[in-house]
């Protein structure tokens, strides 16, 4: 198991989310930056769908009382084991009593520590990914102990591809389809969406990124209706909110895009000011 | 099943919606759940999920190669014979002042003595039209218009679980603790949305709901029952 010394900012376990459950009004949640959390779970050749730990912007400080196989991906949060660096996007052997830290963030906002075999918290509603109301707690406490199982593995069987990484982190572009309301825009409106720069403002988590700039907007809310991960909604005094994992399942907000999964996951890693355009796929 | 002109429309990578005409009425309700009951019936593994709202079903696929047309033959093939399986929900709620914290408002907003309030609330029979907004949040419609009443300009920032509230139109239970901008009317010592039970949620879309009126002292007891799991809610499927 592992001991919660330090929590960090926000540190949640997350899998590939809960499903089934959508029309009581649940949201699927899941890792936000799926891509890297996956990844990380290969690394050490987990199952996909293995539970692993969120960590966002600020690491946690972690007390192994097993012996096990750590990978970690995503964000750059410089991790240390027992004090001395190590790299991410390989497999890490783990001794009984070792200490994970982390340092400074250079690039990207959330990384993803995988344990071999996953994260052993309780399932709720098929699924360990942690959000309020519906597992006990929404993010790791200090003091909690995490249970997982003691085993080591350090056959790494990935290869990384680092152009496919860099495109992950840099460059503003997220790809969009059109969404459901979007023939309901002007031209000018539809224009200014691809045209103009935003910006990740402050109020970004896992329900949702609402960007600083906002753009004129005449249309009447919609009859509530249903959103999903990804869904670009434009609200009355024209702000645009993406909306994430941990989504409300419905809105009355126009759809005005939607974020392919890859966009999804990319936006997960920025930053507050960070710039985005919008790319019509 | 021809009864709508529907609109089916690619959302995303994986999901297609589809829209009925934009009107609040139970017959497209019942539409639009026979048509994804009969898709839960199908067992189909592509599909990951499939939800609801008042004039609309998504239907999300586990890859990319779905087809719209094959989707519209389904619903077109489905016999309008088919009978939706809906139950019929009474829950206890306490209209005691002590509960009902924004009472006194609405008394004096809508010019009707609260017991006339609470007889008007207690009367009627609301359809789920939507669950949402918080997990076991119901959208209840058919609510008397004589109590009709706008939302607080200032959401309260912790309306206590249980809670029932009006806002605007509709009228609804808190299932949890949290922040909320509906008058609060009462409360019910039910739990709707319990994690524990193999189904969390009781209620379904196009079940009905009615309200009826209890005690404090009743609404001790049936806490107490409830949290020990003896307590039954009464259906009244007629």
Redesign the interface.
Same mark, same amino acid.
């Given at each position: 198991m592992i001991e919660v010394i330090k929590p960090g900012l926000y540190s949640s376990i997350q899998d590939k989310g809960r499903?089934?459950?959508?029309?009581?009004?649940?949201p699927?949640s899941g890792s936000m930056d799926q891509f890297s959390s996956i990844l990380s779970n290969k690394i050490i050749s987990n199952n996909d769908n293995d539970a692993v730990m969120e960590i966002t912007m600020i690491g946690p400080t972690l007390k192994f009382k097993t012996e096990t196989t750590i990978s970690i991906t995503g964000a750059d949060m410089s991790p240390l084991l027992n004090g001395e660096n190590i790299n991410l996007f390989k497999p890490h052997i783990i001794k009984n009593g070792d200490i994970l830290s982390f340092g400074k963030l250079k690039c990207g906002l959330r990384c993803y520590l995988s344990v071999l075999n996953g994260f052993k918290t309780k399932k709720?509603?098929n699924s360990r990914s942690m959000y309020a109301?519906?597992t006990k707690e929404f993010r790791i406490s200090k003091g909690d102990i995490l249970n997982l199982e003691s085993k080591i593995n350090s056959n790494n069987t990935i290869s990384l591809n680092d152009f496919e990484y860099e495109n992950h982190f840099k460059g503003p572009f997220i790809e969009v389809?059109k969404?459901?309301e979007y023939e309901k825009l002007s031209i000018k409106q539809q224009t200014n969406l691809f045209n103009k720069k935003f910006t990740v403002s402050n109020k970004n988590n896992r329900m949702a990124y609402q960007m600083n700039e906002a753009i004129e907007n005449n249309l009447d809310s919609?009859?509530?209706?249903?959103v999903?991960q990804?869904?670009v909604q434009l609200t009355p005094s024209g702000e645009i909110i993406v909306l994430m994992r941990d989504n409300?399942?419905?809105g009355g907000y126009p759809r005005i895009l939607?974020?392919?999964?890859s966009s999804i996951n990319k936006l997960s890693q920025k930053h507050m000011n960070d710039r985005i355009i919008f790319k019509l796929i | 099943m021809k009864t709508y002109n529907l609109k089916y429309?690619?959302?995303?990578?994986y999901?297609i !919606?589809v829209?009925w005409p934009?009107i609040?009425n139970e017959k497209i309700l019942n539409n639009i759940l026979l048509f994804?009951s009969e898709l839960d019936k199908k067992n189909n593994v592509k599909i990951?999920?499939?939800?609801?709202?008042?004039?609309?079903?998504?239907v999300?696929y586990s890859d990319h190669n779905n087809k719209i047309s094959e989707l519209k033959s389904f619903y077109n093939e489905i016999k309008i014979s088919k009978k939706l399986k809906i139950d019929k929900w009474e829950i206890p709620v306490c209209y005691e002042t002590e509960f009902g914290k924004d009472l006194n408002l609405l008394e004096k907003n809508l010019s009707l003595t609260i017991n006339k309030i609470i007889s008007i609330h207690s009367a009627k029979q609301y359809t789920v039209y939507?669950?949402?907004? !918080?997990?076991?949040?119901l959208?209840l419609g058919g609510m008397d218009e004589r109590i009709f009443h706008p939302r607080k300009e200032k959401p309260a920032m912790n309306v206590e679980k249980g809670s029932v509230g009006i806002g605007g139109s509709q009228t609804g239970i808190y299932?949890?603790n949290s922040p909320g901008g509906w008058q609060i009317i009462g409360k019910t010592p039910i739990d709707l949305?319990d994690?524990n039970r193999n189904n969390?949620?009781l209620v379904?879309?196009g079940d009905k709901i009615s309200f009826h009126s209890i005690s404090k002292k009743e609404f001790q007891l049936i806490t107490v029952q409830e949290k020990s799991g003896i307590y039954k809610l009464k259906k009244n499927n007629k």
């Open positions: 499903f089934g459950f959508e029309n009581y009004g649940v699927i709720i509603m109301n519906i389809y969404g459901p919609i009859i509530t209706s249903l999903m990804g869904t409300q399942t419905c939607q974020l392919n999964e | 429309k690619k959302f995303g990578e999901s !919606l829209e934009q609040i994804k990951t999920s499939c939800k609801t709202s008042y004039n609309s079903l998504l999300t939507n669950i949402g907004f !918080l997990p076991g949040f959208y299932p949890n949305f994690i969390p949620c379904k879309p």
